[in-house]
Structures are given as C-alpha cells and as structure tokens.
C-alpha cells in the first residue's frame, strides 16, 4: 500500500520569498516520489521526480526536492517565488519495483502576492 | 513533440445520457492511463492499458463506464448513462513504458458538467 499526505492545502508567500511545500508519503516499497504542477485549466505537468538515485533532486523552473527516508519526507522548495508560480501542486508516489500506479496527494495551493 | 491530445475540452450534459472521451497519447507511447480528479482532489486512476490489453480497470465503474483502446494508440472512456456525480474532470495520460520510475504525461483533461 501506498499513500501520500500533503501537509498544507493552502500556502501563500510573497513574491521574492522562499517556497515550501510539505509531503510526507508512506510506501511498502522502494518509492518513487514526484511533485507535479497544475495550472488553472491546464494539463499536469511534471516538476521533478526522484527515483533513487541523487537524493537531492532539481527540476524545473528553479525547484527542487529532498528524499529524506528516515522522515518519509520529500518536500518541494524554491530560493524565491515568482508571481508564475502560483498554481496547485502534487505530491505523488509509486512504486519503483512495478507497474506505474501513481497515488496522488489531495494537493497544495501555491499562492503568490505581490 | 506533440503532448497527450484529449477532445473535447468541455462537456455538458443532462444526466441519464451517454458521453464520451478521446485522447491521443504521445507517439510511441504504449501505456495509456485514464484518470479522474474531482474538485479539489488529486486524480485517481480508473483505468491502466498496455497496449491494446487493459491491465488494471479495478478502480472503472463497470456498471456505467466502458473503455477501449483499439490498435493500441488512441482510446475512448464512455460513461452511459451519466450521472450527476459523475461532474468532474477526466484526465489522459501516457507513458513509454510501465515501471513504476515511469513519467506520466498528462492532456489537458475532459471537464464534464452533468445537470
């Protein structure tokens, strides 16, 4: 079994400021773990993903998440927001060992102010 | 490189009549993944394909919902007949291959409106 919990439904900051999103996941395999992006009426898009290799993971647009298995953590950062980054965002795992079965948090609102 | 394709964008329908959903996966993609996402919820997997073969349709409603993936490219997602619960948005998505390391790109999403 698998499941993620996203610690925040809403989270805003101010442009310029540092960006945390919280995920916490559990998993009986070896994880793997993404944060996808969703803008207003858009598709999903993938951020970043870890697949235990580095676990110090970069994607686009300046984010990038750490692996921390001792916490079952892995959440998502940025040095400073911009107003584009505001948008909802998912946590999601998998398992790395099987067919791609993706379990999605309930997902954070990204609010930016000026 | 042309993304997941989905028509139509927006449907509204009365309930009790049928509706249906197309998407178009990336080129060379083989798995085929059809989600469902309510508002304020993530997506939730209703149906897998490998291929032409469906391999996990555990979560897709039988009882009203059908889907097919013919010649292994292109897929349809049917609900008949629709229910008023059945208001949400209707993702497609593909992937090259099946591992669990595997990125899903997601189309646009199919949102369904049913009065």
């Known amino acids: 079994a698998q499941s993620v919990t996203q610690l925040d439904s809403h989270v805003s900051v101010s442009e310029g400021t540092p960006v945390l999103l919280r995920c916490n996941y559990s998993?009986?395999?070896?994880?793997?773990l993404f944060w996808y992006v969703q803008h207003p009426n858009k598709g999903l898009q993938l951020l970043l993903k870890?697949?235990?290799?580095?676990?110090l993971v970069k994607g686009i647009n300046g984010f990038e998440a750490e692996f921390k298995k001792s916490e079952t953590s892995f959440h998502l950062t940025k040095p400073s927001a911009h107003m584009s980054d505001a948008a909802e965002y998912f946590c999601?795992?998998?398992?790395?060992?099987?067919?791609?079965?993706?379990?999605f948090g309930t997902g954070t609102r990204l609010q930016v102010t000026l | 490189e042309a993304g997941v394709v989905q028509s139509p964008r927006y449907k509204i329908i009365e309930k009790k009549q049928p509706v249906a959903f197309w998407c178009n996966p990336i080129?060379?993609?083989?798995?085929l993944y059809w989600y469902l996402q309510n508002l304020g919820q993530g997506p939730e997997l209703l149906i897998r394909?490998?291929?032409?073969?469906?391999?996990?349709d555990s979560q897709l409603p039988k009882d009203r919902f059908s889907a097919e993936r013919l010649k292994g490219v292109d897929s349809t997602l049917k609900i008949q007949p629709a229910e008023l619960g059945d208001s949400a948005v209707y993702l497609c998505?593909?992937?090259?291959?099946?591992?669990?390391?595997?990125?899903?790109?997601f189309g646009p999403g199919t949102r369904l409106l049913v009065l």
């Open positions: 998505a593909s992937s090259p291959g099946t591992g669990g390391f595997e990125t899903q790109y």
């Open positions: 998993s009986s395999y070896s994880p793997s």
């Open positions: 870890y697949t235990s290799a580095a676990t």
């Open positions: 999601v795992v998998s398992n790395t060992g099987t067919a791609s079965k993706l379990t």
């Open positions: 080129s060379g993609h083989n798995t």
């Open positions: 394909y490998e291929n032409e073969e469906a391999v996990d």
